[in-house]
């Protein structure tokens, strides 16, 4: 449901069951902010397509600031599955707003496409 979602410096749509956005800057920005557990871990899997630079990164829902491990985008427009873990700061078992993905963009009118986005927590 592209509602959901957040676009910063880009245009938002519904493509093909997925969700397509498309830069209107130099930066831009695609993510959807959720509420997660503090200090736990957490997979993410997610089918993606990218026609410019950007990665594909977790980042803090109240600053936007990625977590380490933040994944360069293949930008020649093929389908990728992407897997990203990471463990949420701030106090263990507290609410934290997390920007899950959360995608950037580093070229005016490029774009990216999210077929398909799993989150749930680790396991072991």
Same mark, same amino acid.
Request: without cysteine; proline residues 12%; hydrophobic residues 25%.
């Given at each position: 449901d592209p509602a959901r979602w957040? *676009?910063?410096?880009?245009?938002i749509s519904a493509s093909g069951g997925g969700l397509?956005?498309?830069? #209107?800057e130099d930066q831009s920005a695609l993510y959807l902010e959720q509420s997660l557990t503090g200090g736990e871990s957490y997979d993410c899997v997610l089918e993606v397509s990218s026609t410019g630079r950007g990665l594909l990164a977790v980042a803090? %829902? *109240?600053?936007?600031i990625?977590?380490?491990g933040a994944e360069r985008l293949p930008d020649d %427009? %093929?389908?990728? #599955? +992407?897997? +990203? #873990?990471?463990?949420?700061?701030?106090?263990p078992g507290q609410p934290v707003m997390m920007r899950v993905p959360y995608h950037t963009l580093n070229d005016y009118g490029s774009r990216i496409e999210l077929r398909s986005v799993a989150l749930r927590q680790a396991e072991g």
């Open positions: 957040t *676009a910063e410096e880009g245009t397509l956005l498309e830069s #209107r803090t %829902g *109240a600053d936007g990625p977590l380490p %427009g %093929g389908t990728y #599955r +992407v897997h +990203v #873990r990471f463990t949420t700061p701030g106090p």
